[in-house]
């Protein structure tokens, strides 16, 4: 089969930030006093937005406020952990400047804030690929991963199916995501060697030179 397009998730995808934000997660967490196992981290915070993230932290009910500045506190935190380190992962510059070149369409579904994607536009100049426009960020309107509204948002402003297109994941609820969304293919990115990851059906890639560009039409 041919493809249309590609989504690709951002965070610990493109850009292979996994122990960073996982530090800056157990910074924010130690200030606040709140203590969690590795397996409740992986149910509470792994693939999720901040807003609930930050509900099921907290045992009380939130303001929209406290959210907000709990979600830029901890994103702060995360942003001077990374901005020195921060990069594209292996083959993905040289993989969206073909893409581009071809004129396959391709846009970023991310479960980051605008917070973080203003901060990658302007480290990275995301803006040589992409505009905020197609790029599809946790708006406070969209469910969080494991739930395919992130996807099927990005299919939409691509104007293809979901079956169309090749998405790219690297957590499991963001890969259970993209198969609810009706995904045509799924790769998933492999930055932190997970053996789990194996387990899930789907092409594993540890670089984006690995992507099969004759997949498109």
């Known amino acids: ?76 935190i995360y942003q001077e952990l990374i901005i020195d380190e921060l990069k ?17 369409p391709f846009t970023i579904a991310t479960s980051a804030d605008i917070f973080n994607v203003d901060f990658y536009f302007r480290e990275m100049h995301l803006d040589r690929w992409f505009t905020r426009e197609m790029v599809v960020y946790n708006d406070g309107t ?4 494991p739930e395919p ?16 297109l090749i998405i790219f994941e690297d957590s499991k609820a963001g890969i259970k995501a993209a198969e609810r969304a009706g995904a045509g293919k799924i790769y998933i990115v492999d930055s932190v060697g997970d053996a789990e990851l194996k387990k899930l059906g789907h092409e594993l890639i540890t670089n984006f030179n690995q992507v099969d560009l004759s997949l498109f039409a």
């Open 1 to 76: 089969m041919l493809y249309k397009g590609l989504v690709f998730d951002f965070n610990g995808t493109l850009v292979w930030d996994t122990p960073h934000h996982n530090r800056a997660f157990d910074i924010f967490l130690e200030k606040h006093g709140i203590a969690l196992t590795d397996e409740e981290k992986s149910v509470k915070i792994y693939g999720k937005t901040n807003p609930d993230i930050m509900r099921g932290l907290f045992e009380r009910a939130l303001t929209d406020r406290e959210i907000e500045d709990f979600s830029i506190e901890k994103e702060t």
């Open 88 to 104: 594209f992962a292996p083959g993905v510059e040289t993989l969206f400047n073909s893409l581009k070149n071809n004129n396959i």
């Open 142 to 145: 969209l469910k969080g991963k």
């Open 149 to 164: 509204d992130i996807f099927l948002r990005a299919a939409a402003r691509m104007q293809l199916s979901p079956s169309e």
